[in-house]
């Protein structure tokens, strides 16, 4: 995993990108697995889509290092975290996907928690 992140283009990034990953390593218990060519996934779990009943392997929590910006994969909806969104700081999301640029922008103990919350959903 480290010769992926150390890929990563930008010193910052790389940087948040190693703090990450130790956060998830921590929450989760697990060592992390690269899913197709650029997402870090902790955790496997059988998803069943809710609208096309399709099922697939996926991870419970992960991050990718994006060019634009870090994507946090923690959750399927951001329903279960709309009162840490409002603490989180400067972000995005979309679907399942929080956005931030750097972790500097965030308050990072309100990730922790969210980051220890996802990991613990089944």
Not at 3 to 15: C, E, L, M, P, T
Not at 64 to 82: D, F, I, Q
Not at 99 to 108: A, G, P, T, W
Request: a neutral charge.
């Amino acid at each position: 995993m480290e010769d992926f992140i150390n890929s990563v283009d930008g010193a910052q990034k790389r940087q948040d990108s190693f703090a990450l990953l130790d956060m998830m390593k921590t929450a989760t218990g697990e060592e992390p697995v690269l899913w197709g060519s650029a997402i870090i996934g902790f955790g496997h779990k059988r998803y069943k889509s809710e609208r096309s009943g399709r099922e697939v392997d996926w991870f419970r929590i992960g991050f990718a290092p994006r060019k634009a910006n870090l994507s946090l994969y923690l959750t399927v909806t951001m329903g279960e975290h709309t009162a840490a969104l409002e603490h989180l700081g400067k972000h995005k999301t979309a679907g399942g996907c929080i956005y931030i640029n750097k972790l500097s922008d965030i308050n990072l103990p309100v990730l922790q928690d969210m980051i220890e919350t996802a990991a613990k959903r089944q």
